[in-house]
Nanobody, 122 residues
Framework: DVQLVESGGGSVRPGGSLTLSCATSVGSFYCMGWYRQIPGKEREGVAAISAGGTTIYYADSVKGRFTVSRDNAKNTLSLQMNSLKPEDTAMYYC??????????????????WGQGTQVTVS
């Protein structure tokens, strides 16, 4: 049974930093990613990382500010968020899909989702 549990959300001032973590039960053969959602809007992809951690994708809106990483030995996925902006305010979700991320990971049908952790920038 795949489980994804996010932590690390909170409130921060603009320009501040937060690090989100996702404890997973998936093995190392899964593409993993972070999505976010604002009430009333569709969930959007933020970052994705291949099973081996060698290929990484970012949404244009977070490039240069966010860094995704994974530790397969510890079964964790992280998202370091710097220079946060009010528009980064959202519920952030950890996601996983078995296999590769493909060339357009944010267009995949992700099979597994966490419950989310709230990030508020104000």
């Amino acid at each position: 049974d795949v489980q994804l549990v996010e932590s690390g959300g909170g409130s921060v001032r603009p320009g501040g930093s937060l690090t989100l973590s996702c404890a997973t039960s998936v093995g190392s053969f899964y593409c993993m990613g972070w999505y976010r959602q604002i009430p009333g809007k569709e969930r959007e992809g933020v970052a994705a990382i291949s099973a081996g951690g060698t290929t990484i994708y970012y949404a244009d809106s977070v490039k240069g500010r966010f860094t995704v990483s994974r530790d397969n030995a510890k079964n964790t996925l992280s998202l370091q968020m710097n220079s946060l902006k009010p528009e980064d305010t959202a519920m952030y979700y950890c996601a996983a899909i078995r296999g590769g991320c493909g060339v357009r990971p944010f267009g995949l049908e992700w099979g597994y989702w966490g419950q989310g952790t709230q990030v508020t920038v104000s």
